[in-house]
């Protein structure tokens, strides 16, 4: 049993059908919509799904012409552009369902809006539901775990395997029965569920995003593993009071720029503010036994990138006096699509597990 009361998922704002919008119709005129939309005004599509798509292919496009070998910045800057004007094109919903013709069905839509007779969304939350929607009732396989996880809506789960196998490996490898564990930052719960099937008796898993717990928990639950997991939606180590054998924290890996939203999953990849790494260590050090690890799976991607100089892990060993390093191990991670335009970021991105121990242990 989980002593635990589920949060309110974040899910997205519906919008008043009073709102004033601008119609678009499959022979609308395009280049027409496309102005109204990076000029601030909203468009509803008034009849096929397809239209929205349509018309979001060629808003990218408009938006992304001439594009390749951009800086990181420039491209973030597109980016929000792009986010911003394509979430003011918008898509009816009536009684749960998608009101256009030939759109898909999504089951959000009636867990989300059982009141709601009548709104609109942005379509790319509508996208976002119904990728999401995909995910949840497939489930994901992690090359790491026999049974698939259904990740919850606005859920953070990996789509590139090597933190989770060499954080396997190092599982493995330190297989004596330990009693708990914190997973700060648990996401669709796929390390939780890792270290409750390599000898953990127990995980309290944590996460600042309310959805992520609703998430764990439906999984827990269809695993049968409720009795050996808690929750707890939490800040860092805000609401800790036990002392851990083990503490893995998977942390967003990218500084985020000024324009980036935070909140869900945003919060997944994107940090405000290297203070989130220096609240972590001052309260990891009062959480952890004194033979307790702590493992912070990390990567060079924002080295890599140029987005900024500063490493949490080693900027904390080296300031001292809290803790040592015990092991590292990296791996690097595969190549992007040959076929993409864009430049390979992760060209020579390496995952890290940084595994350290109290100086004084
Ligand atoms: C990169 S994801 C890792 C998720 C999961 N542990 C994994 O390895 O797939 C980072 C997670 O940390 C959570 N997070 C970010 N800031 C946090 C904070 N201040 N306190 C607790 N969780 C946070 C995010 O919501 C997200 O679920």
Redesign the pocket.
Known sequence: MIPFQLPKANIPEPIDPETQVWAAKKDTDRKQIIDLLLKGDQVLVEDRFQTGLDLLASLKKNVFFNHKNLQFDEERQKRRIFRDASNRLLIPVEKQRIALKNAPEIGWLAKFYPENEVFFLPLPQIQGLNSSWQWYVKGVHFPTLDVEIHPYYG????TRFE?LIIFDKWLKNHRLKKSSAL??????G??SFMMLNNGYEHVLA????PN?LISVQENAVKQQLEDRISLMQ???FEGCNDRHDLIVF????IPASKNEVSGGIN???Y?TDHE?FTSFFEDAVHFLKPDGELII?FSNFARINQLTDHHPVENELEKGGRFVLAERQTMKVKAGSQHTKRVDRRLDEEVELWVLKKSDS
């Open positions: 859920v953070y789960f990996p933190h997973d700060l930052g648990t996401g669709c796929v390390l944590t996460d600042i995003n992520a939490s800040d860092l998977n942390p967003p890996w919060d997944a990849v940090y989130l799976i």
